[in-house]
Each structure stands twice: as C-alpha cells, then as structure tokens.
C-alpha cells in the first residue's frame, strides 16, 4: 500500500489539512486535490474514484470529506481500512478540541 496523501477536504474543494507521505512537489498534491472535488457525482454510493494515476478513496462526513490519495497499485481493502482508521482519529481529535474548549 503507497498512500501519497491524507487530506481533509471541504464539500467544496479547500484542503484544511494535508499530508504527504511521499516526496512529491507541492503544485502536484494540489493539482490532484484539486481534481478531487470534480471528480466525485453527488448521490453516488462509492467510495472511491480513479484516474489514470492514483486511486482517491474517501469518506463524506457532513460538510467534509476525508481523503486518501493512493496509487493504483495499492490493496483497495487496505486502503479502506486506513481510512476508516484515519476517521476515527479525525473523530477523537474534534472531541478532544471540544472538550478542551470548556
């Protein structure tokens, strides 16, 4: 499994956090960030997109999507399970802001 990138996303396209786990430029991860938002039809019950190059494997919650980019070569159950795994890091994170905050 190669994830390139894990992002979160708004419903709209503007990256509120990103991490590249490869060397890559920064103009190419935006460039496929970017991509992301016209690639995924509204009402559609996948999971995933593929391009030519990479797989993007996501996950909507509410007004965001959680996003891996991965390449095409990498185990789509793997990746699977490191999104679900990042889902609920994102989860736990938000409520420990939440509770913090009082």
Do not use: W
Request: glycine share 4%; net charge positive.
């Amino acid at each position: 499994m190669v994830v390139l990138a894990a992002s979160v996303l708004s419903k709209s396209g503007k990256v509120l956090v990103s991490r590249q786990f490869v060397d890559m430029t920064r103009i190419r991860i935006e460039g496929l960030l970017a991509a992301f938002p016209k690639l995924v039809g509204t009402g559609k019950q996948h999971t995933y997109v593929e391009t030519e190059n990479v797989r993007y494997v996501y996950q909507p919650i509410e007004a965001l999507y959680l996003l891996l980019v991965t390449n095409k070569q990498s185990n789509i159950l793997e990746d699977l399970e490191t999104l679900r795994l990042l889902s609920k890091l994102v989860c736990i994170s938000c409520s420990l802001i939440y509770f913090l905050s009082f």
